[in-house]
Structure formats: structure tokens, C-alpha cells
């Protein structure tokens, strides 16, 4: 089988670098460029030296041109670009031909006024918002499958999303009562020189951050209304935690009124029972993030309290995996139409 | 000024070590008695290594025994122990006429009934109950500095008590929808050869536990419940992460109807204004753990959602000092009349 | 291609759990046991959650019985067992027919003197001692396709054997200023319930153990006496540091007079250019742990100290993966002759 | 008792915050005024939220000048400047009649030629360098008590010396012969935004680096060179752990003909038997930085290995503490003809 000619527009962060990762690997992609400002003519081996002696490792950086990028023969390309940026070159790649998976926050907020609301800047390329398809493998495959252009989620929105959509479309909990605590890896704030995340800064630390109106709300509740049928609104109160990578979400939320509290595993269950990536746990057990780092997966477990009322929702998975470069090449595979799990093998 | 003579009955785990190294450099104490019953005569400098050069250290572990204690000149008792343990060994030392300051659960609960339903035994002592005073320093030093037997509470209950309790006496928040997220160093679950304990088990592992009817809820609604006046049933959700010691608590609850929300701030002003341990860190500045970590502080910051309506509470403190041995001894400083920050001065 | 059957004897383990990783993810194997004197009964999936959903999980846990373990039809059987244990296991399954990759020290040592010398008991099966073929892929090829029994060397072995035979073999340096030190991640102390082993006796600490006489020197002093010619007796001393996985290894040795430093890096390169799982760094680049995590390779650096007329040797591994497991199957690959990298492409 | 006036110039760093911490902390000291390039007008508390409520915390920083800092009254000024910058700020605060503890590098050489060589730049006060006195309080009690100028040793010499010198004056090893490795946590390297530093990069790695002529070099050597009335050269290998604080070191050198191994644990216990902060563990005891951190205790093990005839050293310190603030505050003490102790007691 030919392989798939793929690029990674912005190869030199965290995110970057787990998309080298399970390209190279990947059986059925080539690797035809990868893009950095500051890392030009450097190899992959030179810049990752994890990746020296694997093949494809010895392949050059070149600037983010998105002629050079369509020269190199790619029909895919990968996003993991800054916001504001990503969409400039994103349409450009388009106008080219290629097919675009981006990462960033760019195209998953369908309404631009939303979008200027969070990020502060008015959003670069409005028309194309209607085309972009938010890229939750397990909840939109039909149109990833089609689709020219993938708003691929983010690491905590992919941890809060998967657990409530199929209660809130099925109305087994109260959705003003929703509350979600994230706790992530320190990878999730990027590869930057920056004092708060010096290793001394953040070892032996925990902490809050980014409340109470954290970007990736503009996402969530987006999606989170869409399941629901009606405007939802919740609180999310992201925590930078000293792991490399992983992010553990617990979201508590009230049981609708006479709903059987099994109903919540049953409704998991329905959603979720034939998809590899996502892993039910049952009742009573918690996701933990080290099972989960390294892979494509999330795990989620949940349970529920007499007392309260509420059920509480327990997720886990890698921030660079099932929330950024696993999740992305998940879509990848599926608007490829290769098996759903190529290159995404790893535990 | 004479020294104060105090003994450690239960040295040897995490609690107790605390407790050893706090009292070895108190100004106004001398530690007459260390036990452990696997310890016996090893001085604590063999057994903690760290200790040793330090006055005092040589000081050999001795059986747990009341009256060997008693026979030591001790005139206070810190008992870091299993409960159930504890409540007898704390009537012994009550009877021998020494004052008693206990770090378990056995005193916390005022309710026998209460505590056989989380603690899945009859209460080992009832009738000492109405006596023992719950120790929160900054709620009860009146009653602590006249107290023959101290409750000290435990390390999630104080960073969950200290933010709420002002906010539920002036009811400004809606005790029903309280729902607590707190992340606890590893050294929370004590010193002990469990292999979900093990170094490689907890790091880059993050993880809930103990829901939805964690132990520590038993007293966590029983002081809230006094506060507000009214009964409180909450959600508690603990979490494990790899760091030693610290814990953050990110408290959400929903604002009473008209209050505004600068309310909240002002409560806590009144409420620990002149409290040398509570760092009000203001509006919107969340708490880390490791600016507390070694020290006796608890630090809590407040936000308000307009979008949600929420407050959130985020707090932090020292697991093992504000959180255990360092607030039992703000205790024992107001019992023995002494200043209240001796010996709880580190940073 | 039919894909070969193996088992592994004794999975419960850290070396166990890395075994399971990747034979059940290796294109050409089939796990057809797994063994556990305590996990009898449970799966894979269940004892390891991080591997629930992988093909082959479900597999239970039997008992180390020999006939048991030859009944699911394996041809091959690696042992990760406590030396002593392994030995009587080991003979027993050769009985049966099967090819056995041993992964304890029992058949490290060619002279049972030695053995016994290091281990403190006398050697359970010097019968077989002859025929193990030390399992240094990259030293051994030859032997270990055509060998019935393997005895795979440990982790601190592999760093700094793999830097140091060459230089012997050439006599570029002088044998008896070797000196050696490793620091290891705590995953090479095992997976054992131990109070030194917990996170919060390992967090933030860093020590020298095992000094001066750790029983790997019994095989890493027979190797480099193969490879010098003469009998070498070094300096070992190994550190304990807060990493799950990793080995670094700096060893320091005098060149040989009239040697050119230049020879050190040319005679790294006439040994290991060919080889997939050797990264040479070149000249002044150390090796850093986490480069190879989760790898199979090994990277080694070098320099040369004109002050001290001393080279200076930096290697890095995975000590589970080319340190234990990863080697294993390295091994296994070439006896089953398969292609070299299967099952261990990981980066 | 009157507070002695101190000041710390450079106070936003690692080493000058721990210079911080043991001020405000000290009995006999008032701090003030401390000094920083970017945070002049905020207080420490601000700047440190760990100082908050600590009185004196609210000092706020002022500019690095000269003559405000002389006109605070304060008599003592300690440098935590990077080399270069402390030697003319040094001077200039000699020359107002302040006494200076100098934590840089600038005044550690008495050779200036030497000083060249290893820090690539001319020195900048030749002049004072007779006068400099290379503050280690266990080797040169009495001239530090009169010196109006400290070098106060890095945390690397502090290791390595404070084991090998007593051996070197009694002629119990072989110079030639001495191999140093240490492990150093990562506040070792500064605060600086550098991506080498981040949390993502440092945390599951362990590497060398600066090999082989790592810049403390020149003052090991120099001091080494003293002790033993010959010229020494040394190797000395850095590396950099996942940890906070501490340093470790583990020393190999041959012992001298003729010499029983038992004597140097007899010259150890000569040289610091007195000494509070250096504490003897004995033969074959390893250190272990967890019991040092925090604290300005070296711990000292040693052992002996008749296989090689090598003496192998064991160190552990803070490398903030006793191998950087705690050492400095040391002097200022005996400076200052205050308790030696004081301000040091933390465990």
C-alpha cells in the first residue's frame, strides 16, 4: 500500500514532537516535511535526538511556506501552530489541495463572535468556520471521514467532553449543575522559555490557574450544548499538576430527577462500547493518568452519591495523546481511510 | 522560661515525624517521649537520620505504654495513631492526668452514630465525645486553650473548612451545592509498605479516590453543618499526586441569591484578619502548594463566575504541618499559654 | 507468518510488566502464558490496566508450572524471576523442549564459584552454566541465534559493558582505573512492597547504595576480563535517583600511553556503525535518560580529559527496556530469527 | 541584642532567595535591604508569595547600588551576583566599609591567571584576591572571623572538599588518583528562563554535562592543591537529577601505600568531630540528599573496597543550604561573633 504524504506545520513544540513521534512509526504515512522558524535545516535527530536512527528522523526542517510544504508531495497536513496563526496557513494549505487536521483553537468555535470573546482578537478566517468539522473521532466519524478541514479538540476539552455528551443527549443530569476539575501535565502549557515553568517552579507544586474563564470553555460548552439541545454553561477549574504528560478530569453534575443512577454506566456503555480508544471502567473506579500516558486512550470511570445525588465522572488520558497528537491522527486515519488504529498502537 | 514537657505517642510514621521535628526545635518544649512499637529503643536520629546532631535526637523510642509515658514528666501528649488506637491509649493519658492532643479521627466526630457509619466500628470511647474539642485554631481558640483532650482535624478537612466556614455562618453561599476537589501529596496516605505507595506506582500518576463517601467527610459536614446553621451534605473529591507533601483544595459553591459577590472576600477578611496562619491571597490569585510546603500556613484565594454564578474557593497548606502535626501544635502553644507561632515559624 | 509462541514466567514483576508490553505488541509473537504465583486467575487486563483493550490482555495469569506452561504450546519462555528461582524453572522448561531467554543473574556466571562468591548460596544448576551464552546482542549474534538457553544481562551491566568493550578488546585504555558510576531509576529496585521504595522516601532524594561490592560486578568483571584479556577488577557504585525508568552511567578509565584519544571514538564506531539499537553521540555529548525511555536503544557519549589523561564514558538506557526487557527480546528475535527490530521499534 | 544590618545584593535568585528565607528567619540579623535589577519597588512578599506574613517581608527591593544599599545601615552584604558583576559591586561595598560575603565565583581563585583560564574574561579586582578568604567555616575558622572578604565556596567544591581534604593533609590517598561524580537537583543551575531548564525536560532525565573542565574545577583543585602540599588534578563529572535541592558526590580515590583503610574514617572524625554541620555516618553508609535538604548539614559515609584498594567518599548537602546560603550565613556568623548556629537550626 502507497504510503499517505503527510506534513507537520510547526514541529518544534510538545504537541509538535508527539506528532513526529507516531508519524514516523505510523505504517502507512511518509513524513514529507516538517516546519519550524527557528529550527531550519536542522534534522528531526538533530533537534529530537530521541528520534536519531529511526527512519525518516533524518529528514530537514523547512520554514512553515505553504508552497514548500505542498512541494514536498504531502495531501495531509498537520496544524500545531500557536491560534491566530494556524488559520492563516491553515487556508492557504486548503487552497492548495491539501487536506488540514489543525490543532489549535482556531476552527473549533463554529460562531466567530464566541471565538473573538475568548481569544481577543477578532477570528482570521470566519468563512471558514461552517466547513470545520470538530474532530471528537468517536462522536463525529461520518463527517471527519469527509471532511477537508479537522478542528481537532483539545487536551482538557477531549478529557470533560467524552464522559458528559452521551448523558447530556440522553438528559440524565442537570446541566446547570455541571462542574469539572482538570488537573494536567506540565507539557499541556507548551515548550516555552518561560520562569512559571522551570522544573524548581513547578516540582513539588500544585495549583489552580486560569479561572473562572478558561479559553477552552468557548469549546466545551459549545459541544456540550450541542448533546444537550439547550444553552449549557459550566465551571471548569483547570490545575497545573508536576507530571510530564496526562490529565485526570473529575466532573460532578446532578442526576435528572428520576433517573436511575445505573443509567449513567448504560448511557457509556451505548456510546462507547465499540470504540478502542475510549475505555469504560464501570462503577466505582477511578482513571488514573499513568495507565493512560504514552497511548491513545482515555479512560473513564464514574459513580454516583446517594447523599449529594450527584454522579461523579472520572477521565484520563494523555494531554499529547487522545488531547492533541493521538486524537488528531485518529481523524487522520479515518479521512485516509486506513484502519482507525494505525500508528496508534502504543501502550 | 521552663520548658514544657510533651510526648509523641506514635512517632515513627509521616504525622510523627512531623511532630518529632517541629518539637525538637520548639523554643519552649522538651520532648520526653517518643514511641513506636517497632522502633524501641533506636534513638530518633537512627531511625531518622535527618534528625541527627539536633538537640534532643538522641532521645531512644520507647513502647507505647501510658504509664511509661506518663513517668517521663510529660504533661501533654501528641498522638499520632491508627484510630480506634488512639481513643484508648488517649483515655489512659487523660486519666494519668496529662492533657491530650489527638491527630486521629477518634475525637473529631461528636456523633458515636456518625462515626461507626464511616468509620465501620462502635466509637472505642463515647463517652470522652462531648468533651473533646474540634481543633481550628483560627474557630475555637477559646475553647482549645481550656481543653484537656483536642481533636485535631485532619489535613482535607482544614483546607476545606478554613475557606467555607465564614462564607456558611453568613450565609452567602448555598450549602447544597458545595462540591470540593482537593489534590493530596502522597505522604497524606502515611508511611507504610503498600505497593500503591511505591515511587514508581505515584509518579506520573494522577488519580481520584475514596468516592464518593470518602472518611473525612464525616467531620468535613459536621463543622460545616454548625457553621450554616443548617444541615450540609457536600461532594468531596480527593485526589492523589506525585508530590511529598501539600495539599490544594478547589472548592465550588453556588452564590446565595443577592449577595454580592465582594461579599465573599470581606467574610474572609473579617474571618482571619489578625490570623498569623491564614494568608488571604485576594481575588482571583489561586493558592500553590509550594509556597506552604515546610510551614505552618494555610494560603486561600477566591474568584467569583458571573457566568455561573459560582465562587470558588482555592486553598492550600502543608499536608503535614497545617494539615496535621503543625496545627496540632498551634493547639498545644494556646493550651500551654504560650506565643502561638513558637516553633511554626519555619519557611 | 505464523507467529511464535512465547511465554513469560513470571509477569507480575516491573521486568515482567515491560515483557508483556511488548510481546503483546510484537507482529510476529503470541503470548500463550503468563505467569503469576499471586494473580493466578486474573488477566493481564486486570492486573494491568494499562494494557486493557489491547489484543491478547485478556490471557490469565496461570501458575509457574513447567508442564503447564509447555501445554499452551510455547516455544519460548522468558524468566523474570528471582535468581535462584530461575535456575530450577529454567532446567525444567529445556527438559521440555523450550528455548529459555533467562532474565535473573543465574546464568550470568560461567564459574559457579563466583556465583556463589556474589550471590551467597551455592549455584541451583552449574550443569547449565557452559551453555548459557551471555545475551549481549550486539557483542554475540553468533552465539545467541544458535544458543537453547540465554542468560540476558542486567541493566548496569549493558551501560557499561557496551562502552567499555571495545576499548578493552583494542587496550585503549588502562583496565584497572576503571571506575563507574550509575544512576538508576526506581523501577530497578522492583516492584516490591518496601518502605525505601515508597514515592515519598524516593521523591526528592538521591543516594549511592550497594557500595562496594554489588553482585552485578561478578558479571560485569567477567565480560570485561573477556574482552581485556586479563583480569579486570573495577569500581562500581550505583545511585538510587527519582526517575521511573532510566540508567545513566558515567565511567572513567585512563587512556593507554600512546594512545590517541581519537582511537576511543573510532573504535566506538567499528563496533557498533552496524547497529540499530547502539546511538553513538560522538565526541563531548552526554547521554541523557530521556532520550530512551520507553526505547531500546542505548545512546553513549565520550570525551577526553588531556589534564587527567582520563576518557570519560557517558551511556544512557531504559534500564527496562535494553536494561531488561527490551534486550530480552533482542535476544529473542534472533534466535527465532525475525527481523532484529521487531517489537521494539518504540520511541 | 542589637540586630546586625545585612543585605543581600541579588536577591531574586535561587540562592539569594534562600538567603532570604534564613534572614528573615535569623535571631540576630535585620535585613535591610535586598537588591534586584527587576523587581525594584515590589516587596519580597510579593515577590516570594512563601514570605507573605513573614515579619520583614515587606521590605522592598531597591536597585543594586552601592550607596543605598551602605545607607541602610547595613554593615554586612552578602553577593548572590552571576561572576563578574559581584567582584565590582563587591569592591565598591569593601570601600563604603561594609563587609562582604561574596556566594560568586569572583574572589574563589587566588590566581588570576587561573581565573582567566576558566571563566573566559580577565578579573576584574586582581587587587582583592590576596585579601579573599576562600570561606569553608570547618577548614579556616579563624580568618574568616577576621576577613572583611568572603569567598563563600559553590555547592559543588563544598562536596568534594569538605570529605577529601582532611585525607589529602594526612597523605592517606593517592591525588592522582581522584574521580568526583555528583548529582546536582536543578535549582543548581539558576533561575533563568532557558527551555533546558523547563519542568518537561528536567523531570524522568538524568544526564552529565560540562565534562571534562566543568568551571569549579579551579577552586576544587586549588583548594585540593593546598591541602596536600602538591600540586592536584582532579576529574569531575556533573550531572543533573530530578530533584529540587541537594547534591550528592561520590568520591573514588586509591589509598596511599601502606595506609590501613581505618584511618580514614579517623581522619574524618578528626577534622569535623567537633563540627556541627558536618556529620560523620561512618563506614559503609551511604548519604542521601532527602536528609540534608533544607537544612546546612553535609553528611559524610565512606567505605573501603579491598578489591581495587579504592577509598570510596560518600557526600550530601543542600546545595542551597550548606553548599550555598547556609555556608554564606555560616561565615557571617563567625564574622559577626555571633552564635555559629544561628539562623542554621532548620531540619
Redesign the interface.
Known sequence: MERVKAAIVGASG?TGQELV?RL??HPHVELTAATSRQEEGRTLAEVY??????PGAELAFIQPDPQAIAATGATFAFLALPHGVAAEIGRALLDLGLRVIDLSADFRIHDAGVYEEFYDHAHPAPDLLAEAVYGLPEVRADDIKAARLIASPGCYPTSILLPLLPLLREKLIVP??I?A?S?S???GAG?????S?????????????G???HRHLSEIEQELTIAAGEKV???F?P?L??????I?T?T?ATLADGVDPEAIGAALERAYAGE?FV?L?GK?R??????????N?I?IGW???P??G?V?L?S?EDNLGKGAGGQAIQSFNLMAGLDPTAGL???
Open positions: 510538545y513521534r514516523l512509526l535526538p530521541r528520534f536519531a536512527g529511526i446547570a449543575t462542574v476539575n488537573m501535565g506540565v507539557s515548550r516555552k522559555a518561560d520562569l515553568l522551570l522544573f524548581c517552579e513547578c516540582n513539588e507544586s500544585a495549583r489552580a490557574y479561572v473562572p474563564k454553561v459550566i465551571s477549574i490545575h499538576i508536576p507530571v510530564n504528560a496526562g485526570v473529575t460532578t478502542f475505555r471502567l466505582g477511578p482513571a488514573d493518568t499513568k495507565r493512560v500516558s504514552g497511548t486512550f479512560d459513580t454516583h452519591d447523599r449529594t450527584r461523579i472520572m484520563a498502537q502504543s501502550v
